[in-house]
């Protein structure tokens, strides 16, 4: 489709405010390792049994093609509980679920080994630190109407 000189601006403008991009940025070409999903109600009654503190999680996700080793990095609410990784490398194109109770960590699952809850039901936010202590990604939320926000 062929845009008149003048209007290509315009439309640029116009797709950007309805939310739409012409080209994605260098960084969402590369890819990030970033928070993808909390699941901050776990379902049922608030027990504090193992079970229903593990339904209760973040997930962090690697969309790059390489590797990420996430030795030392943080995951904190607002309140400062703070879960920091051991030595754990993040696969290409992998997720990992940071769960809140106690469990044997895999590639796939860490646990915080905690035995009370960390996210808020109502309202939270997750900051994911590098080893430095630099911000890396942050999700918040402030619903009671579902159980989860994806990031």
């Known amino acids: ?8 601006a315009g439309l640029a403008i116009a797709l950007a405010a309805a939310g ?32 229903s503190l593990n339904a209760e999680w973040v997930q962090v996700t690697n969309s790059t093609a390489k590797a990420v080793t996430l030795k030392k990095w943080t995951l904190t ?8 990784f051991g030595t754990f ?5 992998a997720t990992v679920t940071v769960h809140t109770g106690k469990g044997r960590n895999t590639t796939a699952n860490v646990y915080q080994q905690r035995a009370a ?22 999700c918040s939320y402030d619903s009671t109407r579902v159980s989860y926000k994806n990031c």
């Open 117 to 138: 809850y960390v996210w808020n039901n109502d309202k939270d936010k997750a900051t994911l630190r590098t080893s430095s202590g630099a911000v890396h990604d942050t």
């Open 20 to 51: 739409l991009a012409l080209l994605p940025t260098q960084a969402q070409a590369a890819g990030s390792v970033h928070l993808a999903k909390i699941y901050y109600n776990s379902p049922g009654s608030d027990t504090r049994s193992n079970t």
């Open 1 to 8: 489709m062929r845009i008149p000189r003048g209007r290509s």
């Open 89 to 93: 490398t993040l696969k290409a194109h």
């Open 77 to 84: 609410d607002a309140s400062r509980h703070t879960y920091t």
